[in-house]
């Protein structure tokens, strides 16, 4: 059985030419698809005998919502899916102003092991498909009736360690057939994998890059995120400045801010003189707290902010939102999988 919603229109119909049908049929079910149809059954202007012979030989994903919180304070909705295998993933939308955002998971876990991140304690199960990439918006869309305008790459996992996976997720959920959602409306988040960074510089897409720098000095990242150790953050801010020159894009430096570890004026200071000659700009965020991690919130937001601004920096802090609902990356997976294991385990 093949995965029908993981295809690109071009490879749909030629798939649907070789059980003998006329070209326009591929563009048919890519549109039923993209609009969230559950079944071949309800893909009514197909023929009967078509909709039997596609049953055959393709399936279609379609993740269940296994929990579903909705903050009462923002209306932010955070979804648990369970997927086709069991595994389970997350996506949260969020009401911005300026549109619907949607943050999505790349992987079911993630094997990248920064100490203060949830999503990362289990390890990586598993890459997630383009059709489960897609899934995420399309069904967080039919599900809440929003409609979705933005996305973030921002969730479960590590995009760049699922790269042809995500690309070809870019190009489904762009496409006029499909949800036709801009570049400039993507968001795409990376610890620092510096081939990955070069790779999205050549391809010279219009969506947003944002690094996850957490520390400007290599000492202190290294101890924070393990990644610094084979993309030394000397390189990192070398690659950051090769994707400027290549794509004139504004690079979204994320940062955020621990107690006592991150959070000092030498390192705003160091941040400044390494970003000269880019347009950065830096998102303070208050640091989310994980009960297995050691890491505590900093208190010194504002300061460092002020610091980074006073070298010419613009610098943000996120707004928290769903602050009721578990809605940082990973932590309602891992309480899914928690509360599975206690269930397991004869008491
Ligand atoms: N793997 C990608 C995208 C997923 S994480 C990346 O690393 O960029 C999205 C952002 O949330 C990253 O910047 C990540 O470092 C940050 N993050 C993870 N756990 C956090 C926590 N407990 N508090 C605040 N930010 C966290």
Redesign the pocket.
């Known amino acids: 059985m093949i995965d029908l919603k993981s295809m690109t229109l071009e490879e749909m119909t030629s798939a649907l030419r070789e059980l003998g049908e006329p070209a326009f049929r591929g563009k048919q079910v890519f549109t039923w698809l993209h609009k969230g149809a559950a079944s071949f059954d309800e893909m009514t202007n197909l023929s009967k005998a078509l909709r039997e012979k596609l049953k055959k030989n393709f399936f279609i994903t379609v993740p269940k919502v296994a929990r579903k919180q909705v903050s009462q304070l923002d209306g932010t909705i955070k979804y648990l899916w369970e997927l086709r295998d069991g595994n389970c993933i997350e996506t949260v939308l969020m009401q911005y102003h300026h549109g619907n955002t949607v943050c999505i998971s ?1 992987q079911v876990g ?1 094997r ?1 092991g ?1 100490a ?4 990362t304690i289990a390890g990586r199960v598993r890459d997630l498909t383009p059709a489960e990439m897609l899934d995420q918006v399309l069904f967080t869309q039919v599900d809440s009736g929003l409609p979705v305008s933005n996305i973030v ?9 699922n790269l042809n996976t995500v690309l070809r997720f870019l190009e489904l959920v762009n496409h006029p057939d499909g949800m036709n959602i801009g570049m400039r409306h993507i968001s795409l ?4 994998v510096i081939p990955g960074i070069d790779r999205l510089a050549d391809l010279g897409l219009q969506l947003t890059l ?3 720098l ?1 520390a400007p000095d290599s000492q202190t990242r290294s101890k924070i ?1 393990p990644v610094n150790r084979a993309y030394d953050v000397e390189d990192l801010f070398e690659a950051c400045h090769r994707y400027f020159r290549k794509t004139g894009r504004r690079i979204s430096f ?3 801010m621990i107690d006592g570890v991150n959070d000092q004026d030498w390192q705003a200071d160091l941040i400044a003189r390494k970003l000269k000659g880019m347009p950065g700009h830096v998102n303070l ?6 009960v297995e ?1 050691p ?1 505590k ?1 900093s208190r010194r937001i504002a300061a460092f902010q002020k610091r980074l601004e006073s070298h010419g920096i613009t610098a943000t802090v996120r707004r928290s939102l769903g602050g009721d609902i578990d809605a ?3 932590q309602l997976r891992r309480k899914a999988m928690e509360e599975q294991q206690k269930g397991e385990r004869p008491s």
Do not use: Q, R, W
């Not at 988040?189 to 620092?192: K, N, P, R, V």
């Open positions: 790349s993630c990248m920064c203060f991140c949830a999503s790459l921002m969730g479960i996992g590590e995009p760049m360690d988040s990376t610890c620092g944002s690094v996850s957490h995120m994320e940062y955020s965020i208050p640091l989310n707290d994980v991690s890491y919130p940082s990356c990973g």
